[in-house]
């Protein structure tokens, strides 16, 4: 049970920061894209 609890969390962990990643990549390409053209 305790595992299972912990590969929960660990799934809930890295959806987060993959969320976290593809918002921050959103975010920052126009203006990433601005700055080199």
Not at 9 to 26: D, G, M, N, P, W
């Amino acid at each position: 049970m305790v595992v299972f609890a912990c590969l929960i969390l660990l799934v809930v962990l890295f959806f987060c920061i993959f969320a976290l990643r593809q918002t921050i990549e959103s975010a920052c390409y126009p203006k990433i894209q601005a700055l080199l053209s």
